[in-house]
């Protein structure tokens, strides 16, 4: 189970970590964005299709551009990073170590693997997508949830937990 926020037309977080949700909520609360938030059920949000045809391993086009103050937020390594991470493929993995290269740190696996952390839009910035040399790695919302979706995706399928 997914948990997002945003008004209704944009996504600004979504997690499947429930202690992520909160602490995001919180954060936008005190926030002086302007923004009136509603609780909606997750069938009727307006990108629910979009996340819904992902479930059933249809690839949808996630927008290029989502409006939130938690990317807004992100240090420059990390939106760097983020940015990196849209561009892995459905169905594709590469490694913390890939990808701190691809980053411009070379050996700087371990910050990279806290910027996966910190996204606050998992799925739409495919952060599962990011493995261990040797395993799944970490992911917020447990290491069930990212072998699920690699699985979904056809990922990585020879990666042990």
């Not at 909160?22 to 009136?36: E, H, N, P, R, V």
């Not at 990279?112 to 919302?141: D, E, M, Q, S």
Request: charged fraction near 20%; aromatic fraction near 8%; hydrophobic fraction near 40%.
């Amino acid at each position: 189970m997914y948990s997002l926020l945003g008004p209704e037309e944009n996504i600004m977080h979504l997690t499947f970590a429930p202690e992520k949700h909160g602490f995001a909520l919180k954060q936008l609360c005190a926030m002086d964005t302007g923004i009136s938030l509603t609780s909606l059920k997750q069938e009727e949000f307006p990108f629910h299709k979009l996340l819904r045809d992902y479930f059933h391993s249809r690839r949808p086009r996630f927008p290029n551009k989502i409006n939130s103050p938690f990317i807004d937020g992100g240090t420059v390594f990390q939106k760097r990073v983020w940015g990196l991470i849209r561009l892995i493929p459905y169905g594709k993995c590469i490694t913390y170590h890939e990808l701190a290269a691809m980053a411009g740190s070379p050996g700087g696996a371990r910050a990279v693997g806290l910027a996966c952390g910190a996204n606050p839009l998992v799925l739409i910035i495919p952060c599962h997508r990011v493995v261990a040399v040797k395993g799944l790695g970490g992911f917020a919302g447990g290491a069930g949830v990212k072998k699920a979706l690699l699985d979904l995706e056809g990922s990585c399928s020879d990666l042990r937990e």
